[in-house]
């Protein structure tokens, strides 16, 4: 499995871009990088998931770079209720690292 | 579509006991996955079904178990139950083909007393 690292916690203010960064140097040229959120008692809610190009859906785009070794989610407009535990996976059988805490500030 | 629907949704036993946990996956999805979720642990998995065949097990004792029935639906089972065992459990469909993202339900929490 490919290892993914990602900050402990992160803040951003309601309204602004929300940037989460992630390093995943050890994937592998098949495996594809998936994104998801957990809030507070809640199960984990698939966001985004792409393999070499950049994509968008309604709730968020991803950045990946080009030799495929970091990406980044954009929150375009971060609101309260993004505040959040932020995961990013390079899945063989998804295994889970600790994710970024988001806060998005008033 | 509806969702992945776990039940029960909380969940109190005693040490020694046993306790099963059922999933209902999307409609349409084959594989099922459990994972389980502390504070000081994270997000483990447990193991993957599909097709009714376990295709993928984590590094659980063997007090953890699971099964899957011809209509995709899945139960967990955990014998002999622990305080450590105390944690939400989590169940997760996809229609296991490729690059198909999971699909999580909200978890029972079982606390073990």
């Known amino acids: 499995d490919a290892k993914t690292t990602q900050p402990t916690s992160m803040d951003c203010a309601e309204g602004r871009a929300a940037n989460l960064p992630c390093n995943h140097s050890t994937i592998s040229g098949n495996e594809y990088v998936y994104w998801y959120r957990q809030i507070h008692s809640q199960g984990p809610q698939y966001i985004i998931h792409g393999l070499k190009n950049n994509e968008t859906n309604e709730m968020a785009s991803l950045i990946i770079t080009e030799d495929r070794k970091s990406s980044t989610l954009i929150l375009p407009h971060a609101t309260l209720r993004d505040t959040a535990v932020y995961y990013c996976i390079a899945p063989e059988n998804f295994v889970f690292g600790p994710g970024t805490r988001l806060s998005v500030l008033p | 579509k509806a969702g992945v629907t776990q039940t029960p949704r909380y969940l109190i036993k005693t040490r020694g006991q046993q306790v099963t946990l059922s999933c209902s996956p999307i409609?349409?999805?084959?594989?099922v996955s459990w994972y389980q979720q502390t504070p000081g642990q994270g997000l483990q998995f447990l193991f993957e079904y599909f097709s009714e065949t376990q295709r993928n097990k984590g590094n659980f004792p063997g007090r953890f178990s699971g099964r899957q029935f011809s209509n995709s639906r899945s139960e967990m089972n955990v014998s002999t139950l622990e305080l450590g065992d105390s944690a939400l459990y989590l169940c997760?469909?996809?229609?296991?083909?490729?690059?198909?993202?999971?699909?999580f339900g909200n978890g029972t929490r079982l606390t073990v007393t």
């Open positions: 409609s349409g999805h084959r594989s």
């Open positions: 997760a469909s996809s229609n296991g083909q490729g690059n198909s993202p999971l699909h």
